[in-house]
């Protein structure tokens, strides 16, 4: 045990040391190194099936398994800061999205059963607050139902529901609760406690209530030892809770597990940040996810010089709530990053934490609106997937005046392809009455957060980008419908390109117009404010341009764009329409910067391509000049 606990100690000096110098999430793995250590000594991956949830938790995993470069952690060509395939055959489960490894779990256990090899062992590590999303309990009533399925669930509980197990007296209850543990899950205890119960039901009256009389106190005993009633009245074995940091006691406890041959709960008390008093003592999150930090003090290396998307929204909602009693916000475990806490520190029984359950969320916001309140429900845009069946047929179907803001739209960089906010445009386009804003700048953020809570029959949306806000970029023209003219170069009002900018990609969209135009191209560069519903003026804008152009940093199929090509074609307008966003794939990490030239959404690469289609040398083809030939190459009608 000396050498484990020395091989601890140099795994978090090796985290500290190098996340400071990448940033990523530190906190939750220095809480987990024991554990981690504990599976892979206890259980034979790639054979037996590790899964992690949440995935941020899987750096001491990766290390075991081979990957010791953390030079380039989250970084474009550098190690993910999830599992993910391609990188080991030791990793499985990539979305990263929290209470789902419980399904996969249970899955993954029942194919080896139904194959023939049931003595393979999934082993599920579940953390963070997992257990508070209904998909995991879902996934536990399943497992709990087979027997025979090996399956081990260790619970990474590293919150305040319980004291911390220190001192004589707690390693004394410790050490008793593993004797218990250990003649619990001896086969020979459940056989014989099978027998007994048949023998005493089946001895009349008195036996009958001797059986029930035994099976009270021995339910009593074990309620009062641990708080495992809820997962044994589920019907699955419960071990601990045990300290996560005693590699002993870790050992012991997985030991039992896998002996036991079936579903077992393994619960483990751990620290967030162990190993690192920086992080133990930061009270929001123990350092949960860090950018680049001095690996002594903890203190971030540089200060961001530009405010950030999600604290200009915190100041506005809790400025709205100030004046708005009817204002209630809900988050899913994550009230500090999205920009809660002002509101919470000024109205706390207007804050709902709902713990991570968005679909729980948008019906109970839903229940809000019906009561008389006006729910603002505040997520990750990545996380409304989850969530879109409640918004359309509880909150759209019921015209509820629901909103939803969602935070990391877009390309969000180095989290990688299951926390790229990049699907929610082309989901929403589908709901029926839905209002869908996407500010440029923290001016029409403020405003268009403002007009989405006055909109009490629908509900409305608004989506910003993650990371820093740009400077505001003032409008030259607002039309009649609320649709702002960022810019009009050169002359006449039958002019050449009309782009429509979606949201954080004005500044590329005038940097597009700004080339076109040296190339003697007239160009008009609107943005929406909303999107959805389209505003009329875009069609009659559209009218009057040769080719329309729809940026956006959400998906194409089914996005802004293609929307606004099935108005103009409703409306009878011919003009043809080129939708520029990113491709319906999975988007490896990389910064914002790196991801959105990988794909092609640089203004570099948006000038050339509409250069080309005005010159018509690439489809679709700009309408021709009134008298001009038709562009070579052109298409020919059939």
Same mark, same amino acid.
């Given at each position: 045990?000396?050498?484990?606990?020395?091989?601890?100690?140099?795994?978090?000096?090796?985290?500290?040391?190098?996340?400071?110098? %990448?940033?990523? $999430?530190?906190?939750?793995?220095?809480?987990?190194?024991?554990?981690?250590?504990?599976?892979?000594?206890?259980?034979?991956?790639?054979?037996?099936?590790?899964?992690?949830?949440?995935?941020?938790?899987?750096?001491?995993?990766?290390?075991?398994?081979?990957?010791?470069?953390?030079?380039?952690?989250?970084?474009?060509?550098?190690?993910?800061?999830?599992?993910?395939?391609?990188?080991?055959?030791?990793?499985?489960?990539?979305?990263?999205?929290?209470?789902?490894?419980?399904? !996969?779990?249970?899955?993954?256990?029942?194919?080896?059963?139904?194959?023939?090899?049931?003595?393979?062992?999934?082993?599920?590590?579940?953390?963070?607050?997992?257990?508070?999303?209904?998909?995991?309990?879902? /996934?536990?009533?399943?497992?709990? &139902?087979?027997?025979?399925?090996?399956?081990?669930?260790?619970?990474?509980?590293?919150?305040?529901?319980?004291?911390?197990?220190?001192?004589?007296?707690?390693?004394?209850?410790?050490?008793?609760?593993?004797?218990?543990?250990?003649?619990? %899950?001896?086969? &020979?205890?459940?056989?014989?406690?099978?027998?007994?119960?048949?023998?005493?039901?089946?001895?009349?009256?008195?036996?009958?209530?001797?059986?029930?009389?035994?099976?009270?106190?021995?339910?009593?005993?074990?309620? !009062?030892?641990?708080?495992?009633?809820?997962?044994?009245?589920?019907?699955?074995?419960?071990?601990?809770?045990?300290?996560?940091?005693?590699?002993?006691?870790?050992?012991?406890?997985?030991?039992?597990?896998?002996?036991?041959?079936?579903?077992?709960? @393994?619960?483990?008390?751990?620290?967030?940040?162990?190993?690192?008093?920086? &992080?133990?003592?930061?009270? &929001?999150?123990?350092?949960?996810?860090?950018?680049?930090?001095?690996?002594?003090?903890?203190?971030?290396?540089?200060?961001?010089?530009?405010?950030?998307?999600?604290?200009? =929204?915190?100041?506005?909602?809790?400025?709205?709530?100030?004046?708005?009693?009817?204002?209630?916000?809900?988050?899913?475990?994550?009230?500090?990053?999205?920009?809660?806490?002002?509101?919470?520190?000024?109205?706390?029984?207007?804050?709902?934490?709902?713990? *991570?359950?968005?679909?729980?969320?948008?019906?109970?916001?839903?229940?809000?609106?019906?009561?008389?309140?006006?729910? @603002?429900?505040? *997520?990750?845009? %990545?996380?409304?997937?989850?969530?879109?069946?409640?918004?359309?047929?509880?909150?759209?179907?019921?015209?509820?005046?629901?909103?939803?803001?969602?935070?990391? /739209?877009?390309?969000?960089?180095?989290?990688?392809?299951? $926390?790229?906010?990049? !699907?929610?445009?082309?989901?929403?386009?589908?709901?029926?009455?839905?209002?869908?804003?996407?500010?440029?700048?923290?001016?029409?953020?403020?405003?268009?957060?403002?007009?989405?809570?006055?909109?009490?029959?629908?509900?409305?949306?608004?989506?910003?980008?993650?990371?820093? @806000?740009?400077?505001?970029?003032?409008? @030259?023209?607002?039309?009649?419908?609320?649709?702002?003219?960022?810019?009009?170069?050169?002359?006449?009002?039958?002019?050449?390109?009309? *782009?429509?900018?979606?949201?954080?990609?004005?500044?590329?969209?005038?940097?597009?117009?700004?080339?076109?135009?040296?190339?003697?191209?007239?160009?008009?560069?609107?943005?929406?404010? !909303?999107?959805?519903?389209?505003?009329?003026? *875009?069609?009659?804008?559209?009218?009057?341009?040769?080719?329309?152009?729809?940026?956006?940093?959400?998906?194409?199929?089914?996005?802004?764009?293609?929307?606004?090509?099935?108005?103009?074609?409703?409306?009878?307008?011919?003009?043809?329409?080129?939708?520029?966003?990113?491709?319906?794939?999975?988007?490896?990490?990389?910064?914002?910067?790196?991801?959105?030239?990988?794909?092609?959404?640089?203004?570099?690469?948006?000038?050339?391509?509409?250069?080309?289609?005005?010159?018509?040398?690439?489809?679709? =083809?700009?309408?021709?000049?009134?008298?001009?030939?038709?562009?070579?190459?052109?298409?020919?009608?059939?």
């Amino acid at each position: 045990m000396v050498e484990m606990h020395q091989l601890a100690e140099e795994i978090r000096t090796f985290l500290i040391g190098n996340v400071a110098r %990448t940033g990523g $999430h530190l906190g939750p793995n220095l809480g987990v190194v024991e554990l981690t250590l504990g599976i892979h000594k206890l259980f034979d991956s790639p054979r037996d099936s590790i899964i992690f949830d949440t995935g941020h938790q899987s750096y001491v995993h990766k290390l075991l398994t081979g990957r010791q470069d953390f030079s380039t952690l989250r970084q474009q060509g550098g190690l993910s800061g999830y599992p993910e395939r391609v990188e080991s055959v030791h990793d499985i489960v990539e979305s990263s999205h929290a209470s789902s490894s419980l399904s !996969w779990a249970d899955g993954i256990s029942r194919a080896r059963k139904l194959t023939g090899e049931a003595d393979r062992y999934v082993v599920a590590l579940v953390g963070d607050g997992a257990l508070t999303g209904g998909m995991a309990w879902e /996934a536990i009533n399943n497992i709990a &139902a087979d027997k025979d399925r090996r399956v081990v669930i260790v619970v990474n509980d590293n919150g305040r529901s319980y004291a911390p197990t220190v001192g004589g007296l707690a390693d004394q209850l410790a050490g008793l609760r593993q004797r218990l543990d250990q003649f619990r %899950t001896h086969p &020979a205890y459940e056989n014989t406690i099978d027998r007994l119960k048949v023998r005493l039901k089946d001895s009349g009256a008195v036996g009958q209530f001797a059986y029930k009389s035994l099976h009270a106190t021995k339910k009593g005993v074990k309620d !009062w030892w641990a708080p495992q009633g809820l997962f044994e009245d589920l019907g699955m074995k419960y071990i601990g809770p045990i300290d996560g940091h005693n590699q002993a006691a870790v050992d012991e406890a997985l030991l039992q597990a896998r002996n036991f041959a079936g579903p077992v709960i @393994v619960h483990a008390m751990t620290e967030k940040g162990r190993g690192f008093a920086p &992080a133990r003592a930061d009270e &929001a999150d123990q350092f949960h996810a860090v950018g680049v930090i001095d690996p002594q003090t903890g203190k971030p290396i540089s200060k961001a010089s530009a405010r950030s998307w999600t604290s200009v =929204f915190g100041e506005e909602i809790a400025a709205i709530a100030d004046e708005r009693n009817d204002i209630v916000a809900i988050t899913g475990a994550m009230l500090q990053p999205v920009g809660l806490k002002a509101m919470a520190e000024r109205h706390p029984t207007r804050v709902l934490d709902v713990g *991570i359950a968005e679909q729980h969320a948008m019906t109970s916001a839903a229940g809000l609106a019906f009561g008389g309140l006006h729910p @603002v429900v505040c *997520i990750y845009a %990545t996380f409304l997937n989850r969530a879109f069946d409640q918004l359309l047929m509880d909150v759209a179907l019921h015209k509820a005046g629901v909103t939803v803001v969602l935070d990391r /739209a877009g390309v969000t960089g180095p989290d990688g392809p299951s $926390h790229h906010g990049m !699907w929610d445009m082309a989901l929403m386009q589908i709901v029926p009455n839905l209002h869908l804003a996407a500010p440029r700048d923290a001016v029409r953020l403020r405003e268009e957060l403002r007009e989405a809570v006055a909109i009490s029959d629908a509900p409305s949306v608004v989506r910003f980008s993650k990371g820093s @806000v740009g400077a505001e970029i003032v409008a @030259v023209q607002r039309l009649h419908d609320g649709v702002d003219v960022l810019v009009k170069l050169g002359p006449g009002e039958e002019r050449d390109v009309l *782009i429509v900018s979606v949201g954080a990609m004005s500044e590329i969209c005038l940097d597009v117009a700004s080339r076109l135009n040296a190339q003697g191209i007239t160009v008009t560069v609107v943005d929406p404010r !909303w999107v959805l519903p389209v505003p009329r003026s *875009i069609i009659g804008l559209a009218a009057r341009h040769r080719i329309v152009v729809c940026v956006e940093d959400g998906v194409r199929a089914g996005g802004v764009g293609s929307r606004i090509r099935q108005e103009m074609r409703a409306a009878g307008v011919d003009t043809a329409l080129n939708e520029v966003g990113l491709p319906t794939e999975f988007l490896a990490h990389g910064s914002r910067t790196e991801v959105m030239d990988r794909v092609g959404l640089s203004a570099d690469r948006i000038a050339n391509d509409t250069l080309a289609q005005v010159l018509g040398t690439k489809v679709p =083809f700009a309408r021709p000049l009134p008298g001009a030939q038709l562009p070579t190459g052109q298409i020919p009608q059939l």
